[in-house]
């Protein structure tokens, strides 16, 4: 109702993803007269840490938005170091949230 389009929402590792859920549906539909099509919901971006290994997994938010990819930083990193490693920055072999969901 005020305007805002979308939230960041930080450390939802530790919060349930079903908990997550029911929060965003307590938000309103975007507003109507600002432009947005009727019905039209906050768009969610939730940063959940994954580096491999880990008990939590980001795959587990994906039914409740976009979320963080951490290891894709770690691959610009090598890839910085060694431009042919350019070529693989994302790796599923790894894990890695694919790239609608991240």
């Known amino acids: ?13 530790h919060m ?15 507003n109507t007269a600002a432009g947005f099509p009727s019905g039209a919901r906050p768009f969610f971006f ?3 840490i994954d580096q491999g290994g880990e008990p939590i997994t980001v795959q587990e938010y994906f039914g ?9 930083g770690k691959k610009i990193a090598w890839g910085i ?3 042919s490693q ?6 599923p072999g790894w894990g890695m949230a694919p790239s609608n969901k991240a």
């Open 81 to 83: 170091a060694d431009f």
């Open 64 to 72: 409740v938005g976009r979320t963080t990819e951490f290891r894709f």
């Open 46 to 48: 939730h940063e959940v």
């Open 1 to 13: 109702d005020i305007g805002v389009m979308g939230f960041r929402v930080d450390a939802s590792k």
């Open 86 to 91: 350019l070529g693989g920055v994302y790796d």
């Open 16 to 30: 349930w993803p079903g908990d997550l859920e029911a929060i965003q549906g307590l938000t309103h539909d975007l």
